[in-house]
Every structure is written in structure tokens, then in C-alpha cells.
T-cell receptor, first 112, second 112 residues
Framework: RKEVEQDPGPFNVPEGATVAFNCTYSNSASQSFFWYRQDCRKEPKLLMSVYSSGNEDGRFTAQLNRASQYISLLIRDSKLSDSATYLCVVNGRRDSSYKLIFGSGTRLLVRP | NAGVTQTPKFQVLKTGQSMTLQCAQDMNHNSMYWYRQDPGMGLRLIYYSASEGTTDKGEVPNGYNVSRLNKREFSLRLESAAPSQTSVYFC???????????FGDGTRLSIL
């Protein structure tokens, strides 16, 4: 089982739609969580950190469920520019050090 | 504010040639990382440096060496390039263990 698992998609949605991605992680000792966005052939860019209480940044809402070991990302009112791959990232302790573990990503296509 | 700077941006090598990829960050970050990303795949950690003076192997270290020259700079060396090392290489850094990573814009390396 992968440490961080995501549905690869693609999720193909019309402009204005609401779309949600889930990500599960296996290490219960994980302490911090992030969503990154990666455009084709570009570097990953931090979209938002994920806090236990859940957090919102404009059209984006992230939630953490520690009991079930998953995090989610909700995008409201999708824009064409939201088309990208969304990476779930989990920070956990392994081999006496903390490492960021990246999921393989969920691809989102927003169509006109 | 440059963030994480990688050089070169593109490089073509012949099998057996050697090459050093450079990475520098100006954010006073403690940890630095090298990843590779093959087409359609997720990020794979090659080597990392948790702090100045230390380096550790990641998921795919074979065929690579690294040097943490000082707090700012972390270089990745291919001693004898192989076609299987054709990839996009990303350098990243972060302040401490609970913080997200910040990425450079990548080096696209082709080995013929």
C-alpha cells in the first residue's frame, strides 16, 4: 500500500462546477499536510496547508480527518485556470527524520 | 526574491558524461531536497539534506551523488549519465520539519 494515495483522475468538469478530491495516508504519526498544484511540465506550487480544524482560501477548502486518515480538497466555482494536477502531501516521521511524502496527484480538467 | 534557483534549465548529455546540477536558495532554509519526475509520474526523492553538513539517501539514490556546499547550495552530480536518468529534476527547500517545501523551476535533462 502506498503511503499517500490519490485517485489519479482525470476529473473532467464544466466551468462553475464544484469538485472534490480525497487523499488517504497510512502513517498515523503524520503531523502536517499540504495540497500542491502542478501545471504540466512545471514545478509543484504550494496551494494551501491543511489544518485540523479545516481551512478555506477563496474558492478552495481543505479538510483533515485524522481518525480516518484522509484529507480533502474542495474547489468551488471551477475556472479554466484550475486545470492542473493536485498533489496531496503528508509530512511524517520515518527512519528518524521527517519527510514529505507526495501523492502521485489527481488531474483536473475544467472545460468551457 | 529569487526563492529556489536551479541551473541549468535544460541540458542534453551523451551516455557516460558527467554533470552537476546546481541549486541555491535565498530563504535561509535548513533542509534541501532533490527529486526527479518522469513523464506522467509522481515525484521521487533522490537525496536530501536535513541541515548544513548532512546528506541522506532518498528513494532512488543510485547513480547520483550530492554535496551540501553551504546552507544555501545543494548540488546533484551524475558521474556517468545513463538514458534511464532522462527526467525533470526539481530542487526544493524548507525551513523546518513542519513547513511545506518550495520548489525551483526544474532542470530538464536528456541523456542520449
Amino acid at each position: 500500500r502506498k503511503e499517500v494515495e490519490q485517485d489519479p483522475g482525470p476529473f473532467n468538469v464544466p466551468e462553475g462546477a464544484t469538485v472534490a478530491f480525497n487523499c488517504t495516508y497510512s502513517n498515523s504519526a503524520s503531523q502536517s499536510f499540504f495540497w500542491y498544484r502542478q501545471d504540466c511540465r512545471k514545478e509543484p506550487k504550494l496551494l494551501m496547508s491543511v489544518y485540523s480544524s479545516g481551512n478555506e482560501d477563496g474558492r478552495f477548502t481543505a479538510q483533515l480527518n485524522r481518525a480516518s486518515q484522509y484529507i480533502s480538497l474542495l474547489i468551488r466555482d471551477s475556472k479554466l485556470s484550475d486545470s492542473a494536477t493536485y498533489l496531496c502531501v503528508v509530512n511524517g516521521r520515518r527512519d528518524s527524520s521527517y519527510k514529505l511524502i507526495f501523492g502521485s496527484g489527481t488531474r483536473l480538467l475544467v472545460r468551457p | 526574491n529569487a526563492g529556489v534557483t536551479q541551473t541549468p534549465k535544460f541540458q542534453v548529455l551523451k551516455t557516460g558524461q558527467s554533470m552537476t546540477l546546481q541549486c541555491a536558495q535565498d530563504m535561509n532554509h535548513n533542509s534541501m531536497y532533490w527529486y526527479r519526475q518522469d513523464p506522467g509520474m509522481g515525484l521521487r526523492l533522490i537525496y536530501y539534506s536535513a541541515s548544513e553538513g548532512t546528506t541522506d539517501k532518498g528513494e532512488v539514490p543510485n547513480g547520483y551523488n550530492v554535496s551540501r556546499l553551504n546552507k544555501r547550495e545543494f548540488s546533484l552530480r551524475l558521474e556517468s549519465a545513463a538514458p534511464s536518468q532522462t527526467s525533470v529534476y526539481f530542487c526544493a527547500s524548507r525551513k523546518n520539519t513542519n513547513q511545506p517545501q518550495h520548489f525551483g523551476d526544474g532542470t530538464r535533462l536528456s541523456i542520449l
